[in-house]
Nanobody
Framework: QVQLVESGGGLVQAGGSLRLSCAAS????????MGWFRQVPGKEREFVAG????????YYADSVKGRFTISRDNGKNTAYLQMNSLKPEDTAVYYC????????????????????WGQGTQVTVSS
């Protein structure tokens, strides 16, 4: 099992930037893929971005492509989500998640593929 702790959320104006961090512990970090998801009250959790174990492969939802960048520092056991050009519709609770047994090199966008989750961090984008 992996313990995940997100940080970096907050309130930002539209067009601004935030960087989320996800600190992991409990297993060798570069043995598993990482993903970021988000959820708005009353809606299902949706995939945002994923990164492979070594960091060479990334995958993004169309809604954030070109604005968000996922990365990881395996020496620090931490994954990141750099969010630029934020929009009010990006407002959500953001969760990081660990895919402990990735079936493919390309990170999966499927929530069911992820085994462990953080508690979430709120991101609010004002217009």
């Amino acid at each position: 099992q992996v313990q995940l702790v997100e940080s970096g959320g907050g309130l930002v104006q539209a067009g601004g930037s935030l960087r989320l961090s996800c600190a992991a512990s409990g297993r060798t970090f570069d043995n598993y893929a990482m993903g970021w998801f988000r959820q708005v009250p009353g809606k299902e959790r949706e995939f945002v971005a994923g990164i492979s174990r070594g960091g060479a492969r990334t995958y993004y939802a169309d809604s954030v492509k070109g604005r968000f960048t996922i990365s990881r520092d395996n020496g620090k056991n931490t994954a990141y989500l750099q969010m630029n050009s934020l929009k009010p519709e990006d407002t959500a609770v953001y969760y990081c998640a660990a895919d402990l047994f990735p079936a493919r090199v390309v990170p999966s966008p499927a929530e069911s593929e992820y085994d462990d989750w953080g508690q979430g961090t709120q991101v609010t984008v004002s217009s």
